[in-house]
């Protein structure tokens, strides 16, 4: 059984007060604000029984306020970029926000990361909702989502809902920073990653993918057999990833990564129902961010595992349909366990 209870955590500039939920299993304690829906904290136990907050952030609502990469946050209405923002649908072209280089990504200026969500709480968890008004930051069509936060035992599961007035494109993700070893670690390269699948997205120099779907074999994105990132980004094999890998199809629960830390014992397994994953690994970080407890953030010391559609898909033919239309319901589950290896 998880307990779940809640305290104050603020409030905004316009007064609006925001809660902080706590979701504490056997295993896993979990912090979540109705501010942008964010995960502000993640506990567990290393194998010889340490506990560790995983996730980066901040210890106050200012810092969440503030400028900062998406930390914990949901991402919507389309998470990932958008190539100079455009798009058209029935024949109607849409400009949204550029707030990427050429690019619009993340929702635009202000994205669901900066909403105040409404809150209720579930047995083992909770659910957030708000409603995104037509036109908001350039998309069409009101569109009602909802976001649940389930902890049972080592499982969180996040569950996304949504249903639209107008088609619109929608992409919902998670963007929790992550480091195994205890946020506030320099970096990552112990960390052991493998990801299911066969083909990723190539991308050009503003990050938004060529339209090549391509074999991973022979290439630095073959995580199918576990790498440890020393490997790759330490030994500068290569910048780091921020890359999309292609998943199942099947819109079933499959596996999709996995992450062992071996020094810890930590291991985090991602199953999901979406077709793709942005794998990140904090390339963009710089240090310059004060984190909880006066940590200091530098590059590649998280990394994010942002199950989700395919970038620029509402742009893009041949990769996963991108639009939810009036009277559909737009529903994706991803799982993340949390468990130690002796
Ligand atoms: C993107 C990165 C970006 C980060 C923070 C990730 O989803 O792939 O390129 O720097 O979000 O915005």
């Known amino acids: 059984m998880t307990q779940v209870s809640s305290e104050e955590f603020g409030a905004l500039p316009d007064g609006r007060r925001v809660r902080r939920f706590l979701l504490r299993s056997d295993s896993v304690s979990l912090r979540v604000q109705t501010f942008g829906a964010i995960v502000t904290g993640l506990e567990t136990k290393d194998r010889r029984g340490n506990a560790a907050d995983l996730i980066l952030g901040f210890d106050t609502l200012e810092g969440y306020i503030n400028k900062h990469p998406y930390f914990g946050a949901v991402i919507g209405r ?5 190539a100079e923002g455009k798009f058209s649908i029935d024949g109607k072209d849409y400009q949204l926000p550029i707030n990427n280089g050429p690019n619009s990504i993340h929702g ?9 969500w409404t809150p209720e709480a579930l047995p083992n968890g909770v659910r957030f909702s708000m409603t995104s008004a037509d036109g908001e930051e350039g998309y069409p069509g009101e569109l009602k989502v909802s976001v649940s936060y389930v902890l049972d035992g080592k499982e969180l599961t996040i569950n996304y809902k949504a249903e639209a007035t107008k088609t619109t494109p929608i992409n919902l993700t998670n963007h ?11 970096n990552i390269y ?10 990723y997205l190539p991308v050009d120099k503003t990050s938004i993918p060529t339209g090549e779907i391509a074999s991973v074999a022979n ?3 073959d995580l199918r057999k576990p790498v440890v990132l020393e490997n790759l980004i330490e030994n500068k094999l290569m910048e780091g990833f921020d890359h999309n890998f292609c998943l199942s199809l099947s819109k079933q629960r499959s596996p999709c990564a996995r992450v062992y830390h071996q020094p810890s014992g930590r291991l985090l397994e991602v199953e999901t129902t979406q077709p793709g994953i942005q794998f990140y690994t904090a390339n963009f970080l710089d240090g ?10 530098p590059k590649h010391s ?11 898909a509402v742009n893009k033919k041949n990769f996963p ?8 319901e737009y529903n994706h589950t991803t799982w993340f366990t949390f468990s130690t290896v002796k």
């Open 288 to 297: 310059s961010l004060k984190g909880k407890g006066g940590a200091v953030y």
């Open 108 to 116: 635009g200026l202000k994205g669901f990361d900066k909403v105040l």
């Open 78 to 82: 389309v998470a990932n970029r958008i």
């Open 219 to 221: 290439t630095y994105f």
């Open 321 to 328: 349909d991108a639009l939810l239309r009036p009277g559909e």
């Open 176 to 186: 929790s920073y992550f480091n195994l070893a205890g946020h506030g670690t320099p």
């Open 190 to 199: 112990d960390h052991e990653v493998s990801i299911e699948a066969d083909y």
């Open 302 to 312: 998280a990394f994010c595992l942002e199950t989700q559609n395919w970038p620029d």
